[in-house]
Nanobody, 122 residues
Framework: QVQLVESGGGLVQPGGSLRLSCAAS????????IGWFRQAPGKEREGVLC????????YYADSAKGRFTISRDNVKNTVFLQMNSLKPEDTGVYYC???????????????WGQGIQVIVSS
């Protein structure tokens, strides 16, 4: 049974940082890429960035470049999303999901975590 558990979200002031974690189980970790998505209120889920099984990183949100980084711990089956210089427009529910190959299309992902809320506000 595939399980993904996101953590590390919360309320942060503009300019602050958060580190999200995605702990995964129930699939062969080494074979899969992991994507991070976010969904702002009233908007569709959008791809933020993705890390392949070979640690190649693809950014889907231009706004994330230079501020967000992604890494994976293949011992703990966990992916981390480090978010710096946060802006109010980064507010949303963040989700992680495994995939065969990185894609910005949510339809390419079959399993999702429950999501974690990130609120950037003063």
């Amino acid at each position: 049974q595939v399980q993904l558990v996101e953590s590390g979200g919360g309320l942060v002031q503009p300019g602050g940082s958060l580190r999200l974690s995605c702990a995964a189980s129930g699939f062969t970790w080494d074979y899969y890429a992991i994507g991070w998505f976010r969904q702002a209120p009233g908007k569709e889920r959008e791809g933020v960035l993705c890390i392949s099984s070979g640690d190649s990183i693809t950014y889907y949100a231009d706004s994330a470049k230079g501020r967000f980084t992604i890494s994976r711990d293949n011992v703990k089956n966990t992916v981390f999303l480090q978010m710096n210089s946060l802006k109010p427009e980064d507010t949303g529910v963040y989700y992680c999901a495994p995939t065969d190959y990185c894609s910005a299309d949510p339809l390419e992902y079959d399993y999702w975590g429950q999501g974690i809320q990130v609120i950037v506000s003063s």
